[in-house]
């Protein structure tokens, strides 16, 4: 799934500027119903509208759609979507808050299931840190027993390309060590 580049923003000017659902809004942008209403409810916001109609990731028309069928869902526009995927052909972009929760059991899988990747590569590849990565494969880290394990690839947090390239590194580390 794609979403905008800045949610948060974006649900701000859709609440503002349309008589959307928060349902709609939060599945165009990512986020939990919960979110979008607490950022309609609250009074100041630092967090600035965007409009997604200017930036060309909505037309006035596919909002005009959805303002009439509730049950209708907005997408991003092609363009937009294929300049995501060009920026996220190594995996790296926008972890939506609905899935960063998800990323601790990601690395998880990762580690039991490619021990040999460093900690580096892990954390590059899931968007993390060393210490963090270090933390869980020692089992140290202070929500272990609450992680879940999940694949990230399944969760769409890394794609499947880029985990082999990581995969395709270690290969080429050890045909060089046994050279």
Not at 23 to 38: M, N, P, R, S, Y
Not at 103 to 124: C, F, K, S, V
Not at 164 to 173: G, N, S, V
Request: one cysteine or more.
């Amino acid at each position: 799934m794609n979403y905008p580049y800045m949610p948060k923003s974006t649900a701000l000017w859709l609440v503002e500027n349309t008589s959307l659902t928060f349902e709609q809004i939060a599945d165009f942008c990512g986020l939990h119903e919960l979110e979008v209403k607490t950022i309609a409810d609250a009074e100041r916001s630092k967090v600035q509208g965007l409009d997604p109609i200017l930036n060309k990731q909505l037309t006035a028309e596919d909002i005009t759609r959805c303002e009439a069928d509730t049950s209708a869902r907005l997408a991003l526009r092609d363009n937009v979507v294929q300049a995501q995927k060009k920026q996220n052909k190594k995996g790296i972009g926008y972890t939506p808050m609905l899935h960063r929760q998800n990323r601790m059991g990601g690395i998880l899988w990762i580690i039991r299931n490619y021990p040999e990747l460093t900690d580096g590569q892990i954390a590059r590849l899931m968007r993390s840190t060393n210490p963090t990565v270090a933390s869980i494969r020692n089992k140290t880290h202070k929500n272990y027993s609450n992680i879940q394990i999940q694949s990230p690839i399944v969760l769409g947090l890394v794609s499947e390309s880029a985990l082999r390239e990581q995969l395709d590194k270690r290969d080429a580390k050890r045909e060089t060590r046994n050279a």
